[in-house]
């Protein structure tokens, strides 16, 4: 977190007009970086479909994306690109809407290879 420090010489009597405003600038610093933390915990807390168990099937008609009554099935042909990180593999619909498939999933490096070439195949890079 970058911080700026700004050192300001006021007479006793304006302090008490400063405080409030020190308060804020100190809020407005803190709140941004606790907020996104709360929200994620809220609404895992909020949505049991988040915590059940996760099914992804992967052939070569698509990825089907199953968790608790909820199912959700992708063709190839809607992805536009995918990308590969250390942790997951992203299946991009959009530019800037992947559909991200943890490494985890895969039992063996085995599967991790075999999923990289079918993607590769199916999707251009």
């Not at 010489?9 to 308060?23: E, M, N, S």
């Not at 407005?28 to 099937?57: E, M």
């Not at 190839?76 to 490494?103: A, C, T």
């Amino acid at each position: 977190m970058v911080g700026v420090i700004i050192v300001a010489i006021f007479r006793p009597a304006q302090l008490g007009q400063v405080w409030p405003a020190a308060i804020v600038g100190v809020l407005f610093l803190v709140l941004p970086q606790l907020l996104p933390g709360w929200v994620v915990r809220q609404q895992w807390k909020a949505n049991p479909s988040l915590r059940s168990p996760h099914q992804i099937q992967l052939s070569s008609e698509g990825v089907v994306w199953s968790a608790g009554n909820a199912r959700t099935e992708y063709r190839w042909n809607g992805f536009v690109s995918w990308r590969e990180d250390e942790h997951s593999f992203y299946l991009f619909r959009s530019p800037m809407q992947p559909v991200v498939i943890p490494k985890r999933f895969f039992s063996s490096q085995g599967d991790i290879d075999e999923f990289r070439s079918l993607a590769g195949s199916m999707v251009s890079k």
